[in-house]
Structures are given as structure tokens and as C-alpha cells.
């Protein structure tokens, strides 16, 4: 087949697989190097410290800045969102919205590889690389780059009509696709409603956010003690108040919730005393195939020994 003949595949089928797939927005953006200003801010965040302990953003710096580098000669970028919450979905008052279902990592993954493969299919002698969180990608410049949503002032990417309760999931292809209209420019409202409302003043109101003053951040990614200062009202794992605010999850449409996110029994038993008493082997089995594991035992009733109620 003639490498510069139009994909076998076109970009609506593919458009299509992804929402069969249980994406609820797809965009396509051509795979190049990040504009140095991008590449800029994101180095000067780091120099402040603001990554806190996350020192694997410090790393591969080179392939952070050109996704081309994840997979040879890769063209295209397709960027999914997928939601995890909607408005009827049930929550628990001690997890965040997004830990509730089965780990994301293993789903979008599951879910996206029928897609790679038809791709593959289409062209024989293509390639792909499927990108769930774990890949040095920056995920939410890329999802405004393909047109899938703007990045919000909770440094959260925002799916138009559709709020920023979703994951983010990319498949590169060594095929060009020709690109959506970038939303990279666009900003969302001035309420700055998130910024005004995290209780640790952890958003700055333009975008920008401190790790090191996170409740997520700090419930989930920080080993140790957590600051002496801090008490825990309801959520141990997680904070959604950035985006419980935010105008763009009050309104729109309500995006289906594929089964893989939703509440699991097991977990939407737990309690603060039973974590404060629960073994090694409880947590296993309740947080199995669970984003929560990423905190470890210890970290969780380290969280719930600070909580109040």
C-alpha cells in the first residue's frame, strides 16, 4: 500500500469506535514537539516546587515535550475523554468520584485496544501506543490540542457541555489524521469559584496549582506524616471540591457512565472505623482493581486518623 494514501480507516470510523468504546468526546491533533511557552510554564512549575514529591515529573523531560519520541514515527495523537460521574451517580462521602469503579488504568486500556487493533488492521504496516496517565504525555495540553476540552482554572480539563468528571486516555498511530480545531487558546469563566473554595488555597485562579497544598495530593500521593495543621473533614482519599463548584459539572448533558466506574459494593461499605481497623488482607480484597490501592493501607488510615466529623 502507497504510505501516502488516505488511511483505510477514516477519521469519523475511528471517531466512531472510540465513543463505542465508551469515550464521550474524541479528538484528533497532529503528533509534534510542545510550543516552547507550554514547555516553559510547565518547567518553571517545576522549579517552584510545586510538584512536591512527585519527582517522576522531573523525568524524561525530552519525551514530555515530544510524544513522537513514545512511539516511532507516530503522526497522530487521539485524545479520549471518557466520564467516570454523572449526575445520578451514587458518592461516597469518604472517596473522591473518580476511585469508586475499578482502576481506570486497567479499563481505558481494555477498552481502547479493540480500537488499536482495528487501526492496525486497517493498515498493515502502522503502529500504536496506547497512553493511559502513565506515560510521560501531557495528557490535558494534548486533549485542548485535538479540540477535546479546554483546560479549566481547577486545572482540570473541561469537556464542553460535559464538565471535567472524566478520564483522559491518548492513542498514538504512525497514520496522519488530518487534526480537530484547537480549544488550546480558549479559558473558561472568570467565577474562579474553584480557586475561592479549595480549602488549602492549593489553585492560584489562573490554572496553575500547588501540589504541596492539595488535598488530593496530599491524601493520595504524599508518604510520610501528613502537615500538622491538617484536619480532614469527610473525604480521606481524594477532593472533589474544585469540582463539585464548578459551573461546568452544574449544567450540560449527562454523560453514560460505562459499568467499570461504577460504585462498588465492597467500597461503598467502607467507614472510617473500619479502615482504622481493616488488615492487609480486607484492603486487598476490597480495593482490588482499585485506584485507592495507590495510597497503600497505611496511607489510608494514616488519612483516617486525621479525619473529623
Known amino acids: 500500500m502507497d504510505m501516502n494514501s488516505e488511511p483505510s480507516i477514516c477519521k469519523e470510523d475511528i471517531r466512531k469506535l472510540c465513543i463505542e468504546a465508551g469515550a464521550c468526546a474524541v479528538g484528533f491533533a497532529r503528533v509534534e514537539p510542545i510550543p516552547e511557552g507550554q514547555a516553559s510554564l510547565f518547567n518553571e512549575w517545576l522549579a517552584d516546587g510545586r510538584h512536591a514529591e512527585l519527582s517522576y515529573m522531573e523525568r524524561y523531560g525530552d519525551i514530555r515535550n515530544n510524544p513522537a519520541l513514545l512511539l516511532e514515527g507516530a503522526k497522530t495523537i487521539i485524545c479520549c475523554a471518557f466520564a467516570y460521574a454523572n449526575a445520578t451517580t451514587q ?132 508518604r510520610g506524616e501528613l502537615p500538622s495543621d491538617l484536619t480532614l473533614r469527610g473525604r480521606i482519599y481524594g477532593c472533589d471540591i474544585c469540582q463539585d463548584v464548578c459551573p461546568h459539572n452544574r449544567s450540560g448533558r449527562n454523560p453514560e457512565v460505562i459499568p467499570e466506574f461504577e460504585p462498588t459494593a465492597a467500597l461503598m461499605s467502607v467507614s472510617v472505623d473500619s479502615i482504622k481497623e481493616m488488615n492487609a488482607d480486607e484492603f486487598s480484597r476490597i480495593f482490588s482493581h482499585s485506584a485507592v490501592k495507590r495510597t497503600k493501607l497505611i496511607g489510608l488510615q494514616r488519612n483516617a486518623l486525621k479525619s473529623k466529623h
Open 91 to 222: 458518592r461516597h462521602h469518604l472517596f473522591a468520584d473518580y476511585a469508586l469503579g475499578r482502576d481506570y488504568h486497567e479499563v481505558l486500556r481494555q477498552r481502547l485496544s479493540p480500537v488499536a487493533k482495528a487501526l492496525t488492521a486497517a493498515h498493515k504496516n502502522s503502529a500504536t501506543r496506547i497512553c493511559v496517565d502513565t506515560a510521560p504525555l501531557r495528557e490535558r495540553f494534548w486533549a485542548t490540542r485535538a479540540g477535546v476540552g479546554i483546560i479549566g482554572r481547577n486545572n482540570q480539563l473541561i469537556v464542553p457541555g460535559i464538565g471535567s468528571r472524566v478520564f483522559l486516555a491518548e492513542i498514538l498511530w504512525t497514520e496522519e489524521i488530518e487534526p480537530d480545531k484547537s480549544l488550546e487558546t480558549e479559558t473558561c469563566s472568570g467565577c474562579k469559584a474553584c480557586a475561592l473554595s479549595c480549602p488549602r488555597h492549593a489553585l492560584d485562579g489562573e490554572g496553575r496549582i500547588d501540589c504541596r497544598r492539595c488535598l488530593s495530593y496530599l491524601t493520595i500521593e504524599h
